[in-house]
């Protein structure tokens, strides 16, 4: 197995990250919220960034919290340390859901939540089509710049919606195999780097 020293000091894969492009997390950044994720960018521009973490399921339904939207099976992610108390969303329905925000290639932003409520009711949305999220992920300017340059991240083209069929616990890992070369091998690095 190579150097793990090495693996790390090689990370910097010089994609740049841009509106729909992916944010992976080195194995060893510990941050409670970011530690193995995956984080979708859905808007970066000279004042800053905006993603939200695709892979951090919480264990609990949106209808478990949100009482004022119809009776649901969705599951809550964490989609990161901003505003936990505000609902966001991803989605694959487009213009549907009204003023929705294009972000790649099949992959919506937001939208009206009246709109969201009566496609539940109709039974147009189901876990295959839209995602649902407390709190984003927000950079000042430049910031997530420094953070790169740390090698914090790693920027991916895998597509939004490749993710999104992979079970939110393994993501991480089936997205580094994918990516392959020396990323495989983060798979296999601990979660804790002080264990053996």
């Known amino acids: 197995m ?3 020293n090495k693996i790390i000091q090689i990370q910097s894969n010089n994609i740049k990250p841009i509106q729909g492009r992916l944010l992976i997390s080195e194995p060893f950044l ?7 994720s995956i984080v979708a960018i859905l808007d970066h521009t000279e004042d800053g960034t905006i993603g939200i973490v695709l892979n951090k399921e919480i264990g609990v339904k949106l209808s478990d919290i949100f009482k004022d939207i119809p009776k649901n099976n969705f599951h809550l992610y964490l989609g ?4 936990t108390d505000n609902l966001y969303y991803i989605h ?5 859901i009204n003023n929705s925000i294009h972000i790649t290639e099949g992959i ?5 939540l009246d709109s969201v409520k009566e496609l539940i009711e109709q039974g147009q949305l189901h876990d295959g ?4 999220f407390l709190g984003y992920s927000g950079w000042a300017p430049l910031q997530l710049d420094e953070e790169l340059k740390l090698n914090s991240w790693i920027v991916s083209r895998t597509h939004i919606s ?3 069929s992979f079970e939110p616990s393994l993501a991480w890992n089936k997205t580094l195999e994918l990516m392959g070369g020396v990323y495989k091998y983060w798979t296999n690095f601990p979660k804790d780097p002080l264990s053996n």
Request: hydrophobic share 30%; net charge positive; aromatic share 20%.
């Open 80 to 83: 990161g340390p901003i505003r």
């Open 92 to 96: 694959k329905i487009g213009k549907k």
């Open 30 to 36: 510990s941050d409670y919220y970011f530690k193995r």
């Open 108 to 112: 919506y932003w937001g939208g009206d």
């Open 129 to 132: 089509n839209i995602r649902f």
């Open 2 to 4: 190579p150097d793990i």
């Open 162 to 164: 490749k993710i999104l």
